[in-house]
């Protein structure tokens, strides 16, 4: 991949970033996508922050080759430490575990006044990232699921306002887990990926059920036998 042609899951991203928007991307790596907005003039500058060595060196490599040092400022650090408040209109966050990805939300609370948008792309766990936004006054405004390579990516986007608005007329629960705009649009990816979760949680039911029991299994079973509900009601 380079930052001519994005991935597909990457690419998805880019398409929430407001146009014109000053941008913060965290956990940049290579620095793809700072890059790929920045050419194709889609925001004006960019901040892409990386806290590990090696990741940040590619993105340093990256951003000069593509002699993009005057609009893109590659920064070390953890998390929203790189940015200071109001530097940035809009933050993503791609490519990493929706836990991850609530930590430094919470960490950074402080560097988020002046931001309107998050655009999050948890891999796993993106209950996580929803129940974050939700204690935090952010509202979900879309959501996409996507796969690639036989993996399957969900992307969050988000604006300050009212959390629970998205959540209406379902079970909060289930809206956290599945995805409350995922939820309604049940598309074939989403099927597809509850089906599989589905399937892997019987599987592990099965095993719990042959196992000996004691009150560490039982909890257990209840636990995956609730889920496994809720899969078979989303699937519906
Ligand atoms: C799998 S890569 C994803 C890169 C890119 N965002 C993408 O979606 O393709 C995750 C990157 O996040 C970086 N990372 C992990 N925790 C971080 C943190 N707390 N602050 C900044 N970067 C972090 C890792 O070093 C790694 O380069």
Not at 63 to 88: A, F, H, S
Not at 94 to 101: D, K, Y
Not at 171 to 186: A, D, M, T
Request: hydrophobic share 40%; aromatic share 6%.
């Amino acid at each position: 991949m380079n930052a001519e042609k994005l991935s597909d899951r990457l690419n998805a991203v880019a398409n929430y970033i407001p146009k014109g928007a000053r941008l913060a991307d965290i956990g940049s790596d290579h620095a793809y996508l700072p890059c790929y907005v920045v050419k194709k003039g889609a925001v004006p500058m960019a901040v892409a922050g990386e806290v590990a060595n090696g990741p940040y060196q590619s993105a340093l490599e990256q951003v000069q080759e593509e002699n993009l040092t005057q609009q893109i400022i590659v920064r070390k650090g953890d998390g929203l430490e790189v940015i200071e408040p109001g530097e940035v209109d809009c933050i993503t966050i791609a490519g990493m575990g929706g836990t991850l990805i609530s930590s430094i939300l919470e960490k950074g609370k402080s560097k988020l006044q002046g931001v309107s948008r998050l655009v999050l792309q948890p891999n796993v766990g993106s209950f996580a990232v929803r129940r974050w936004l939700i204690e935090n006054g952010w509202e979900l405004a879309a959501e996409e699921i996507l796969k690639e390579d036989g993996k399957v990516y969900e992307i969050l986007v988000a604006e300050k306002g009212e959390p629970l608005i998205p959540y209406q007329h379902i079970n909060l629960e289930n809206g956290i887990l599945f995805g409350p705009f995922l939820l309604k649009e049940k598309t074939a990816v989403f099927k597809e990926k509850w089906n599989a979760e589905k399937n892997n949680w019987q599987r592990i039911l099965l095993q719990l059920q042959e196992a000996a029991q004691n009150e560490d299994t039982v909890s257990k079973r209840q636990e995956l036998e609730r889920k496994i509900k809720m899969a078979e009601e989303a699937l519906r």
